[in-house]
């Protein structure tokens, strides 16, 4: 098979375009042969080329003081975050796989994404993931919940990285199509990176870490296609998943790159061994010549384009220093892990592999790649005709609730609000012993850099309500809520990794909904100072059903690093005493546009973007930074999802500390209570400080105001009673897993 | 006074062991390699928590036969002080050093958080410095941590005060709803019939700084400094 001419019919099997096989046609001039066509078709797949995204990505904004490596230089960017450390992190979708395999889909994506991070020579000190779900009543959101909760559990727990933060949310447009985005975080110290790098002729290339198999065949194409309702017989496509390898496979390449016998190192992700061949030689302006029949495998009788393609997880490939081999060899064979040298690096522009004695396929490795001779398209796009029907919304057309208390007890169950408890308690979110959240939550995760005085300030955030109303707002919206979060903890945002979840990119209303969220990201991006130091997009996340397509919510998670050059600075979100005043920084507006008081209980989909402008969203920030640093304040927590209501339940929870406000009663009453208007932080302040407050906030351009105080165990609203904080903790509490 | 912390591969919470017996605590560590068979003259042995080998088998079922563990059986029959955490409680029962096993937790999931546990006297080496009565607030996180033993054992453990800590709530009573696990009446920590040798689930390491906002683990470590304190000047 692996010899055998092809045909255009091949090349539009294997997801090429007529345009596409031409193409290939021309670089080699000649036909190649199925191997060769297997090559160009994962490697320009949309996963592995970014061909329909890339011209809009590169207008992100992504050069700071801080950024030691750039967006696409390496397999993740790199921050600056003093004492001669550095930081690398990195978000990514693992979305097509945990659809029709959600255990190993889910296993899979951390793995993934945790070898990016210590391929660059990072150990891996914290993780997040964001999740979106359908309906939570259905069985097969059920099913998929447990699935991927218990793959990101069972892989993360025993590789041992802590799970810091994170999102679960639930929408319909997902039902089918769950998203499962992971991003993971390490420390390296300057000077000890490896780069991924392949160069200097005659030294050794070597594969390392787990046997090939015929897992994950083709899964970079899979990724960058339509899921369908034969999806399941795509099940090949997954691979899976082996932690116990992974975590030998990072302390055996931590020590590797430590002897100084390496050139570079680059994991084996989508597209395996042919992705790394050609990345790596490309950036070093030369080739390898291989021999696949020294490479492990799993099983006899494997063809050489399945050995190519294969995404077997937890290996890595090798470049070593020529006479240097036997020092790389004791490090894997101490960690009693596979490590074989399959070739060798070539002057030409040119990768050979050999199989069985016979040259299988031989093609110029620059030509796979992005930035080389992978294609790059402008896709069209176009307004869909719900944007403008979503801007008619008139809030006098909702009816105000009669019973406020009703309603609050409902919200505070609704599965996007209610606690995650039934999720995060199954994550191992302790280990490494440096969550500093564990025994006094903050609004980002919090971790120690052990041995210097600073703490990483961590959040993923994206409300795809928001983006699908109007992409360029909610988008800058994601980044500005994560910049909030990061702040309300007492760190300085310094850079973002963005994962885009969008639907089919040649559906011009689909790539509209993508062209907006990178106008919104990069403006959002600019104005805080956080570069985008990568991540990655996926697109067809959308199913199509009895031939309906139906797109997800337009997704751009947005993972934000943070830093706390005083991690005694450290800010937590809950109440600390009684009698404490509560402040609001920032305006509340007469607003519940996309919010979830208007989406579970009212039932209205249809309306535009809440309340956002960023120069009140800085300022806000601005003096929430000076009331944290100042020591002024006992609390901060930002006003999200279920609007200040939630903001103050989930204050009390802690410390079971209930509280007394008044509502404004210029706006309706709820609108106060849950609307999402932007820009708004809550913070708790003693009364010795309160001058300070008012001080510190007189000098800001912003509204502010006296909301009530901290206290006893009842939640009074307007002197009505809202409830007893114990109970509405239980509720809180135990909501999603009942629904389970 | 010198420590032995033992990584097995898959060993995960070596790094943490080490950071609070050299950091916290202030003692030199050395790290004892599953493939070495010296123990380097340690006075104190260290098992940490984690998935060794994988833990795809029963917990620690592979590790009790890595090299190290012949060395670690005979330093024990000889006296020599034993801690296991987590995995490393698992691995001591599945090598013999302790009574019982660690099966499936009751709700089959992995469970990481903050419980409370009680410590049963305080004469022993691992909690001599813990008020008597006392709820401790130390997390677990672990999949496989029901503690079992058929009643001939039990009893046995009983009559030699072998049962050092139980699951509680933060009042300090042994109650069903405070059993994070299943455990056999609330077991969360036991020793052998010669109390040299300890294991609990719960992870004293997770919860012994300031940082952490939570330093109940450190008494803990402040039992086991002391007796070892005192078994060296006895020697």
Redesign the interface.
């Known amino acids: 098979m692996s010899n055998r001419q092809v045909t255009i019919k091949d090349a539009t099997k294997l997801g090429l375009t007529t345009e596409e096989y031409d193409k290939v046609l021309s670089i080699l001039g000649r036909v190649p042969n199925y191997t060769e066509l297997c090559l160009y078709s994962v490697m320009w797949s949309e996963h592995a080329s970014y061909k329909n995204s890339i011209n809009w990505l590169k207008t992100l904004p992504r050069e700071g003081e801080q950024i030691m490596v750039e967006a696409g230089e390496e397999n993740a960017g790199m921050v600056d975050i003093g004492d001669g450390l550095a930081c690398v992190f990195k978000i990514e979708s693992h979305n097509h796989p945990s659809a029709v395999e959600p255990y190993q889909g889910a296993a899979t994506g951390v793995g993934g994404i945790n070898r990016d991070i210590f391929t660059m020579g990072a150990r891996p000190i914290a993780q997040l993931n964001s999740l979106r779900f359908g309906n939570i009543e259905s069985d097969r959101t059920k099913w998929l919940l447990k699935g991927v909760v218990?793959g990101i559990?069972?892989y993360g727990?025993?590789?041992?990285v802590p799970v810091v933060g994170g999102e679960v949310y639930f929408d319909d447009s997902y039902s089918t199509n769950p998203l499962v985005n992971a991003m993971s975080v390490g420390i390296v110290k300057e000077g000890e990176t490896i780069s991924a790098i392949s160069e200097g002729v005659g030294n050794p290339v070597f594969i390392v870490g787990s046997s090939t198999g015929k897992d994950g065949i083709h899964g970079a194409t899979f990724a960058s296609a339509d899921l369908h309702e034969d999806s399941a017989d795509d099940i090949p496509s997954v691979q899976v998943g082996?932690?116990?390898?992974e975590?030998?496979l990072l302390e055996a390449s931590l020590e590797v790159i430590k002897t100084g016998a390496l050139v570079g190192m680059q994991d084996m992700g989508a597209a395996g061994i042919i992705c790394s061949c050609s990345e790596m030689s490309e950036k070093g302006n030369s080739g390898m010549k291989i021999n696949l029949d020294k490479v492990p495998l799993r099983q006899e009788n494997m063809e050489a384009w399945e050995m190519l393609l294969s995404e077997s997880q937890e290996r890595m490939l090798l470049v070593g220093k020529k006479g240097r081999e036997s020092e790389i060899e004791a490090v894997f064979d101490k960690?009693?892990l596979n490590c074989k040298i399959i070739g060798e690096v070539i002057a030409e522009d040119k990768l050979e592999y050999f199989h069985k004695g016979k040259l299988v396929a031989e093609v110029p490795a620059s030509t796979l790649v992005l930035g080389g001779g992978a294609p790059v398209y402008d896709r069209e796009y176009t307004e869909p005709a719900y944007y403008k029907e979503n801007l008619k919304f008139d809030i006098s057309q909702i009816t105000e609730p009669n019973n406020y208390v009703e309603v609050a007890n409902a919200l505070l169950k609704a599965p996007n609000i209610a606690s995650k408890k039934w999720v995060i308690?199954?994550?191992?979110?302790?280990?490494?012993?440096n969550?500093?959240n564990?025994?006094?939550p903050s609004d980002a995760g919090i971790v120690?850099v052990?041995g210097t005085d600073t703490a990483l300030a961590l959040t993923t955030d994206c409300n795809s309500r928001y983006v699908y109303s109007d992409p360029e707002q909610g988008a800058s919206i994601a980044v500005a809520e994560a910049a909030r979060n990061i702040v309300c903890s007492g760190g300085e945002p310094l850079a973002i990794t963005n994962c885009l979840n969008f639907g089919n990119p040649y559906n011009p209303e689909a790539f509209w909904q993508f062209v907006g969220a990178i106008k919104g990201m990069g403006d959002a991006c600019k104005r805080f100072n956080t570069p985008v130091t990568g991540g990655n997009v996926s697109f067809y996340n959308q199913t199509s059903i009895k031939g309906v397509n139906i797109p997800v919510y337009p997704t751009p998670t947005i993972g934000m690093l943070g830093l706390l050059k005083d991690?005694t600075n450290k800010m937590s979100l809950s109440f600390k005493n009684e009698d404490d005043l509560i402040y609001l920084i920032g305006e509340t507006k007469n607003d519940i546009s996309q919010s979830e008081y208007l989406n579970t209980w009212h039932k209205v989909r249809k309306s535009p973007v809440p309340y956002f402008n960023m120069d009140e969203e800085l300022a806000v920030q601005d003096v929430v930074k000076k009331l944290i640093s100042s020591k002024v304040i006992n609390s901060a927590h930002d006003v999200s999802e279920g609007g200040i209501f939630i903001t103050l339940l989930e204050s009390g929870l802690t410390n079971n500390l209930g509280f007394d406000i008044k509502s404004d009663k210029n706006i309706r009453k709820d609108a106060f209570l849950f609307g999402e208007s932007q820009s708004r932080i809550i913070v708790s302040v003693s009364k010795q400080k309160e001058k300070e407050l008012l001080d510190i906030a007189n000098l800001g351009n912003i509204q502010f105001n006296l909301l009530g105080k901290v206290a006893g165990s009842k939640m009074i609203i307007d002197n009505e009673n809202f409830g007893d904080i114990k109970i509405a903790k239980e509720d809180y509490d135990t909501a999603l897993e009942k629904l389970i | 006074m010198k420590l032995g912390v033992v990584i097995f591969?898959?060993s995960?919470?070596d790094?943490?062991m080490i950071?609070?017996l050299s950091n916290v605590m202030k003692h030199e560590v050395v790290e004892l390699w599953h493939k070495d068979h010296d123990l380097q003259n340690v006075d104190g042995i260290f098992l940490p928590?984690?998935?060794s080998?994988?833990?795809?088998l029963r917990s620690g079922a592979i590790a009790r036969y890595s090299p190290i563990m012949k060395e670690v059986i005979a330093f024990a029959n000889k006296g020599g002080f034993v801690f296991g955490v987590c995995n490393g409680f698992q691995i001591l029962c599945e090598s013999g050093l302790l009574p019982g096993a660690l099966l499936h937790n009751t709700n089959q999931?992995?469970?990481?958080?903050?419980i409370y546990i009680k410590s049963s006297g305080n004469n022993s080496a691992v909690n001599n410095a813990i008020d008597n009565g006392k709820a401790l607030k130390i997390?677990i996180?672990h999949?496989e941590g029901k503690y079992y033993a058929d009643k001939n054992v039990l009893d046995e453990m009983k009559q030699n005060n072998q049962i050092l800590f139980h699951y509680c709530d933060e009042n300090s009573n042994v109650t069903e709803e405070a059993n994070p696990n299943g455990s056999l009446e609330n077991i969360a920590g036991v020793c052998n019939k010669n109390k040299n040798v300890f294991g609990m689930m719960p992870?004293p390491?997770?919860a012994s700084?300031g940082?952490?906002?939570?330093t109940d683990g450190k008494l803990i470590f402040d039992s086991i400094f002391n007796y070892l304190e005192k078994s060296i000047e006895n020697k």
């Open positions: 218990r559990a069972d727990n025993a590789f041992g082996d932690p116990f390898q975590k030998l960690w009693d308690e199954q994550y191992d979110t302790m280990v490494q012993t969550n500093m564990t025994n006094e120690d052990r991690k | 591969p898959g995960n919470c790094k943490d950071h609070v928590g984690g998935f080998f994988g833990d795809y999931k992995f469970i990481c958080k903050n997390p996180a999949g992870h390491e997770r700084e940082i952490l906002k939570n």
